[in-house]
T-cell receptor, first 114, second 114 residues
Framework: KQEVTQIPAALSVPEGENLVLNCSFT??????LQWFRQDPGKGLTSLLL?????REQTSGRLNASLDKSSGRSTLYIAASQPGDSATYLC?????????????FGKGTHLIIQP | DGGITQSPKYLFRKEGQNVTLSCEQN?????MYWYRQDPGQGLRLIYY???????QKGDIAEGYSVSREKKESFPLTVTSAQKNPTAFYLC?????????????FGQGTRLTVV
């Protein structure tokens, strides 16, 4: 069964720093990997979707990479801002489909200090 | 405005009551999902549906029921058999469960047993 791990569980950095969030998964047979942001008490907002044939995706200050063979993805946030404070979740869709559809990590709680 | 609408935002249930959480999407997506989120845990899949009139149990289906009579609607009923229903419930949809499509989430319903 697919397992997704996110490290670190929490991170606090000063405003302006570049940072990297990590996501690893145990089964490399995935359709895609998706990064989400969750603000307290809110739903999930999709940030980036990386398809299994892609190596990376970029959106503004965000860059996500995918290395299927090693079972890893990173989310790079450039020039962090206080508004980036949130919990970041990664999820994979496995090739098994069905109940393996979307498997989530527990998230990284990010605080950007003004 | 395309998206996923969950209602109500907050819901209170007395012991022994059944309650129904609403999820509606106007994205013309085939696949819909219900997740439960508890503090310190990742999102856990309750039920999913790949197409109208079809749905499957996820990892934690006991004490829950769903229906999918219309493509745009996937209501979740929390029955009295669910022993610990207090949680944050999230509904999601995607164009398909088994190809490279992005998943979108609603804003969630917080259920509290009183």
């Amino acid at each position: 069964k697919q397992e997704v791990t996110q490290i670190p569980a929490a991170l606090s950095v000063p405003e302006g720093e570049n940072l990297v969030l990590n996501c690893s998964f145990t089964d490399s047979a995935i359709y895609n990997l998706q990064w989400f942001r969750q603000d307290p008490g809110k739903g999930l907002t999709s940030l980036l979707l990386i398809q299994s044939s892609q190596r990376e995706q970029t959106s503004g200050r965000l860059n996500a990479s995918l290395d299927k063979s090693s079972g890893r993805s990173t989310l790079y946030i450039a020039a962090s801002q206080p508004g980036d404070s949130a919990t970041y979740l990664c999820a994979v869709i496995g090739s098994g489909g069905g109940a393996d559809g979307l498997t989530f990590g527990k998230g990284t709680h990010l605080i950007i200090q003004p | 405005d395309g998206g996923i609408t969950q209602s109500p935002k907050y819901l209170f249930r007395k012991e022994g009551q059944n309650v129904t959480l609403s999820c509606e999407q106007n994205l013309n997506h085939d696949a819909m999902y219900w997740y439960r989120q508890d503090p310190g845990q990742g999102l856990r899949l309750i039920y999913y549906s790949q197409i109208v009139n079809d749905f499957q149990k996820g990892d934690i289906a006991e004490g829950y029921s769903v229906s999918r009579e219309k493509k745009e609607s996937f209501p979740l009923t929390v029955t009295s058999a669910q022993k610990n229903p207090t949680a944050f419930y999230l509904c999601a949809s995607s164009a398909s469960m088994n190809i490279n499509t992005e998943a979108f989430f609603g804003q969630g319903t917080r259920l509290t047993v009183v």
